[in-house]
């Protein structure tokens, strides 16, 4: 997506996604919307998202790059 750089998605409830960001340089409110829009459509209204903006996602000790991390028992 333009204007991110990375992201990933966080689960740690049934009824929550954190989404943490790292801007790109074309970041604008309309990148924002648009990921609202989409992730919604993906997860439905009974999902909160909430987003948090990061310089950086860390990767695994293995050096990987996680998208979607489920900390769900």
Known sequence: IGGIDRF???Q???DRLDV???RGIDFS???LDY???ELGKA???SIAMEFHFVDAIALTASGKYR???S???
Do not use: S
Request: charged share 30%; aromatic share 4%.
């Open 43 to 45: 997860v439905g209204d």
């Open 35 to 37: 990921l609202r829009t």
């Open 29 to 31: 409110d309309g990148v």
């Open 71 to 73: 900390e769900i028992d």
């Open 20 to 22: 943490y960001l790292v």
């Open 67 to 69: 998208v979607m991390v």
């Open 12 to 14: 740690r409830a049934r």
């Open 8 to 10: 990933q998605i966080v």
